[in-house]
């Protein structure tokens, strides 16, 4: 079947523009997360859904960081107002239930801000 | 505070040798490890996992290790093959947490 995919896989925008990044998890999959790459580090937690809530939102930065998954499946992580320190490779990873061990991951979105 | 750490960037080993990859870890919570592979311009692959219950797991050439008492794991390849060449990060799970916490990741160069 098909995995998590993610869209754009590349997203270039200019400083203190909105940008919105899309995740389709696996068909089936309760939880979905979102994390940061930054170079050279290992992803960082942003954020958890189990079906259309935000279980843990902890992770999330800041107030420019926004995310919603209204029917349980898509989720869109959007960002206010944005850095160039927000540059880094958004990752989504999706598991059947929650217990979240060994998730699947999306190839990612690289976001560029100039 | 970085709660899982790896400590070597990079790692080169010839085609047919073990590989070790070291991970060390600092909450005393996490009751689940895990290692993933990740090649360029994709997102990170599974690979083995470990419960903390355990000392060892094996699935075919790969293998990891949990010493607890050190708060250390570490995975073997063996034999490496130049396919294995990627960065590999390592991964803790707290049962009553919602997140993986990964290393820095570690790239393997296997040379033919």
């Known amino acids: 079947g098909a995995g998590v995919s993610q869209t754009p896989s590349n997203k270039v925008t200019e400083k203190g523009k909105y940008v919105e990044l899309r995740c389709d998890p696996i068909s089936g999959h309760t939880a979905l997360y979102w994390y940061r790459q930054s170079l050279g580090q290992g992803p960082e937690f942003l954020i958890y859904f189990q079906g259309t809530g935000a279980a843990d939102d902890s992770g999330l930065p800041n107030d420019r960081f926004f995310a919603v998954r209204p029917e349980g499946s898509v989720s869109t992580l959007k960002i206010q107002r944005t850095e160039r320190g927000d540059s880094a490779v958004y990752l989504c990873a999706s598991h059947p239930s929650g217990g979240g061990n060994e998730q699947f991951f999306g190839p990612g979105t690289r976001l560029t801000v100039l | 505070d970085q709660q899982v750490k790896q400590n070597s960037p990079s790692l080169s080993v010839q085609e047919g040798r073990i590989s070790i990859l070291n991970c060390d870890y600092t909450?005393?919570?996490?009751?689940?490890f895990l290692w993933y592979k990740k090649y360029p311009a994709e997102g990170p692959t599974f690979l083995i996992s470990i419960s903390s219950i355990k000392d060892k797991n094996e699935d075919g050439r790969f293998t990891v290790f949990l010493n607890k008492s050190a708060k250390h794991l570490s995975l073997h390849i063996v034999p490496s093959q130049p396919g294995d060449s990627a960065v590999y990060f390592c991964a803790a799970w707290e049962t009553s947490g919602s997140r993986l916490t990964f290393g820095e990741g570690t790239q393997l160069t296997v040379n033919p």
């Open positions: 909450n005393s919570m996490f009751d689940y």
